[in-house]
């Protein structure tokens, strides 16, 4: 996989000894995306576009620092949360859930009981409607220089690379300033979620939903551009 030079590994480190930069459980592969229509544009252009979620503190609650969400029953859906997806959903952009999860680096949880987490988390959404597209996750902790741990773009990247995502027409979403730098470092559009304006961030909602319900609103009162063979007499 090419990600432009943007993955920093020490080079005493090869790769597989890293653990996976990212994954997906089997629930969100990329078989369940529909093909790109390939007779409109060239197939080297990336025609989709995403956004990009942190998980903790933007899908659900995040637990206080240093504790990780280690089973289902610490799983907490925010309020409000699934419709915005449902919303975004409906924009057409992708849900990409990009998360730092060092707590499995840390020994706190395993990598099976993450994916249980992020099976409960899917199935959770699918009943309110909304299907994920796709979950990256960094199990590395700091100070690995593994490339994917936010604030690097590595997640990011390799998503874009992955379901061929235009990065310029997508967002990142989270609530930390880290998550903002990673969308920043990715060439995305960048919005945190927090109770005071953010300067390093293009724009700063309380939530997700009002995030997606001023982008609907956006979308939906945009003017048309009048064609050029038009002629008001
Ligand atoms: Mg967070
Ligand atoms: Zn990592």
């Known amino acids: 996989m090419n990600f432009g030079g943007s993955i920093r590994r020490p080079a005493e480190t090869p790769s597989r000894t890293q653990g996976p930069v990212k994954a997906r459980t089997v629930d969100w592969d ?5 093909p790109r229509n390939t007779n409109v544009l060239s197939t080297t252009t990336p025609i989709r576009k995403a956004i990009f979620l942190d998980r903790d503190g933007v899908i659900n609650k995040k637990l206080p620092e240093g504790h990780y969400v280690r089973s289902p029953m610490e799983f907490e859906l925010l309020p409000g949360a699934a419709k915005a997806l449902s919303i975004l959903k409906k924009m ?3 849900l990409v859930i990009i998360t730092n999860q060092r707590g499995i680096a840390r020994g706190y949880m395993t990598l099976s009981e993450l994916i249980k987490v992020h099976k409960f988390m899917g ?3 699918e009943k309110e409607g909304v299907s994920l597209d796709a979950i990256y996750y960094c199990p590395h902790d700091e100070g690995e220089k593994c490339g994917c741990r936010k604030p690097e773009a590595g997640m990011l990247l390799a998503a874009s690379e992955d379901l061929e995502i235009d990065l310029s027409d997508s967002y990142t979403v989270g609530d930390s300033l880290s998550d903002i730098i990673a969308g ?3 060439g995305t559009h960048t919005v945190r979620l927090a109770d005071e ?3 390093n961030a293009e724009s700063t909602f309380p ?3 009002d995030f997606a319900l001023f982008l609907e609103h956006q979308a939906v009162s945009k003017p048309i551009p009048r064609p050029d063979t038009m002629i008001v007499l």
Not at 30 to 34: C, D, F, G, M, Q
Request: charged share 35%.
């Open 30 to 34: 990329l078989k369940k995306l529909a």
């Open 207 to 209: 939530s997700l939903l």
């Open 184 to 186: 920043k470092n990715a």
């Open 92 to 94: 057409g952009f992708l």
């Open 123 to 125: 199935e959770e959404l």
């Open 197 to 199: 304006r953010d300067i």
